[in-house]
């Protein structure tokens, strides 16, 4: 890892130098089989642009403080003109008339001067800020909404960790640099322009000589940070990689302390924060030549004037105070360039994190809903797929040609090894993934001319993994139905059994639950997540592996609680034991994206197919993904066994 550092001015390339030690989970800032950003330099006009998009809603308050940068720049203009005036003064009239000069009053205007251009610049910084602070709080606000458009798929190429740094470290960067950096850079120019307007007036010899210290500034400048630039990339970059690496560690520590893995998930953590050092250190410190070069040339230009200012006020070709006054304002010549080459790298860090954060939002959002789509009331439940595909890239089908109807009330039961398509079909229904070919009808309504709010309003989710919000339980049971009332909320409870479990603990309803819903089961966590599907009251059910993984008493409790819950409603079942839906009123099975049989319990037993060896090797013991691999050997077997007796006899399906 340290030798990727040992020369400063190479910049590590994401496919080789930033991945090669990543685990595929952390690589791309989480990217899932997606393509990783890469820290190659992006459209810095365009997305300055976007910035002033934001600024430019605020342009009465800007203007303002735009006028009072002016005003403050031309006031830090008046005061060594003054005094060079004063001296002149002083040196023309003679030291004799020197008491008759009116001192005082000259004193008093230059302190006036001075005090004034305090005041309108701690103005317009303090408005700046509140600039900053509502064009950050609009940029924030976009970002969150948009990362709620996103479709499902976009969060499973993306670790959460590496969201939130963007969502916070990126714009936090936006944040500092519109609140000092901007109005500094705008003084600067201001400054710049007005002083070298002043010089050329002053002395147009003096002001050449003064510039010819300007292109070894802009080629310093342009040196150093053309070297700076991509390592402020790349350590933003690897910054929300960190955060995405750190999340999931957190969230891993049962499984890291099981396999006992804390020393090579430090040696990785190490691994990865020295990366960030590096970068952060080299840009760093080659950024921190620029005060340098730019003091030595400032200090350069100084002797220039002086030194031929002398020679020129010897020969009366100009004024000891026209010298006093110019030897001032080559210093604030060269001060605004020093200010903009200082604030540079700062600048820099902003707009490699506002191009993160305008990355993710120029994610496309779910595909926008055809205006013809209309809100849907109470169905019936009645669900078709008719020739369904589905397929991420083109020539990769996950589904293909599903064909099922399920009446309204029934339980159909989905079965397959992983990969199936069984998840993909549910998120299919629920309108996450859209078809890429065939159509899927609700109560005879293509699901394309449903709003998809509408749609999922009518459905409820139970996953094995149940998500519990951060608060108190009974929020997390009102989420189903935000108006229920206390009494409701305790009812849907008592119909999911969880009612019993929740009165033992201590502070009952009202104890608060982390966001991993520490302190309680995973049955206990499904029995909540039960209790806000009966609150919700759904017309349709998802039921994703939720009985896997937990005690036999609370399996009879979740039964109970779902029986209660499934009645009179459409209801798909995703499980991994096969006894758990022996009940149901149709079982899909599912192979390689396909519908290989369908039909109850019974009848698909009596087919002796796929699905009966299936039963047949889980009941020995074996999980559904190794029975599927010898349920599947086993019917190949019997139908090229077939295939052979067609010879010698009449054909024979090996499904019965």
């Not at 609140?179 to 201001?190: E, G, P, W």
């Not at 933003?236 to 960190?242: D, I, P």
């Not at 006020?313 to 030897?327: K, Q, S, W």
């Not at 993710?360 to 595909?389: C, N, S, W, Y």
Request: proline letters at 3%; a neutral charge.
């Amino acid at each position: 890892m340290r030798e990727r550092w040992l020369d400063p001015f190479r910049v590590p390339q994401p496919e080789t130098d930033s991945a090669a030690s990543m685990p595929e989970a952390a690589q791309g800032g989480g990217h899932r089989g997606g393509t990783r950003p890469k820290a190659r330099a992006k459209n810095m006009s365009g997305t300055l642009r976007r910035l002033w998009g934001y600024l430019a809603e605020r342009k009465l308050k800007l203007t303002a403080v735009l006028a009072l940068v002016a005003l403050s720049s031309g006031l830090a203009l008046l005061g060594p003109y003054l005094v060079g005036q004063a001296v002149d003064l002083y040196l023309d009239e003679g030291a004799a008339n020197a008491p008759d000069f009116p001192w005082g009053w000259f004193l008093l205007l230059l302190g006036g001067v001075y005090v004034l251009t305090s005041a309108v610049s701690w103005t317009h910084n303090v408005w700046m800020i509140s600039i900053a602070q509502e064009t950050v709080y609009r940029l924030r606000t976009d970002l969150f909404a948009h990362l709620h458009r996103l479709p499902i798929p976009f969060y499973g190429r993306r670790q959460q960790g590496e969201i939130m740094s963007r969502l916070t470290n990126d714009i936090e960067n936006v944040s500092g640099t519109l609140n000092s950096s901007a109005i500094q850079i705008f003084s600067s120019v201001l400054t710049l322009v007005g002083t070298v307007s002043v010089m050329l007036w002053l002395s147009p010899l003096l002001t050449l000589l003064t510039f010819t210290v300007v292109p070894l500034m802009f080629i310093g400048i342009r040196w150093i940070t053309r070297r700076t630039g991509p390592l402020f990339k790349v350590r933003q970059r690897s910054l929300g990689e960190l955060n995405g690496y750190i999340e999931e560690t957190l969230s891993g520590q049962r499984i890291i302390k099981a396999f006992s893995q804390e020393e090579r998930v430090q040696g990785e953590f190490r691994a990865r924060n020295e990366g960030i050092r590096a970068a952060g250190f080299w840009a760093q410190t080659i950024s921190g030549f620029i005060p340098k070069v730019m003091n030595s040339l400032n200090n350069l230009s100084f002797a220039i004037v002086a030194g031929i200012g002398g020679i020129l006020a010897t020969r009366d070709v100009i004024t000891v105070g026209t010298i006093i006054v110019f030897a001032e304002y080559s210093r604030q010549f060269t001060r605004p360039l020093n200010d903009l080459a200082n604030q540079w790298n700062t600048l820099l860090s902003a707009i490699a994190g506002a191009e993160r954060v305008f990355e993710i939002m120029d994610e496309d959002t779910e595909e926008k809903e055809d205006g013809a789509a209309q809100p849907i009331e109470r169905v019936l439940g009645e669900v078709r797929f008719e020739h369904v595909g589905f397929a991420y890239d083109e020539g990769k089908p996950i589904l293909s040609g599903v064909s099922f109807t399920a009446r309204p009330g029934e339980m159909i039961a989905l079965v397959g090894p992983t990969g199936a398509g069984k998840t993909t079909l549910i998120n299919l229904l629920s309108r996450f993934y859209e078809p890429t070919e065939g159509r899927i009808t609700l109560d005879g309504r293509d699901l394309a001319s449903i709003r998809r709010d509408s749609l999922r309003s009518q459905m409820a989710f139970v996953l094995q993994d149940s998500f519990l919000f951060e608060g108190t339980i009974r929020e997390n049971i009102r989420y189903g139905r935000l108006d229920a009332t206390d009494a409701e909320v305790e009812e849907a409870a008592k119909l999911a059994n969880a009612h019993s479990f929740i009165v033992r603990l201590k502070g009952g309803y009202d104890k608060r639950l982390s966001a991993d819903g520490s302190g309680i089961s995973s049955g206990q966590r499904q029995l909540l997540a039960i209790a806000r599907a009966i609150l919700a009251d759904p017309s349709m059910l998802v039921l994703d592996e939720a009985t896997s993984s937990i005690d036999t008493v609370t399996e009879i409790k979740i039964q109970e609680g779902l029986q209660r819950l499934m009645q009179g409603r459409t209801s798909f079942v995703i499980a991994h034991r096969l006894g758990t839906i022996r009940e149901a009123d149709r079982i899909l099975v599912l192979k390689d994206g396909r519908l290989l049989e369908h039909g109850s319990h019974d009848e698909l037993l009596a087919q002796d197919g796929f699905y009966a060896e299936l039963y047949r090797s889980t009941q020995r013991g074996e999980s559904v993904d190794s029975a599927s691999e010898s349920a599947g050997s086993r019917v190949s077997e019997a139908a090229e066994a077939d295939v052979q007796a067609a010879g010698s006899g009449p054909k024979r399906s090996s499904f019965k």
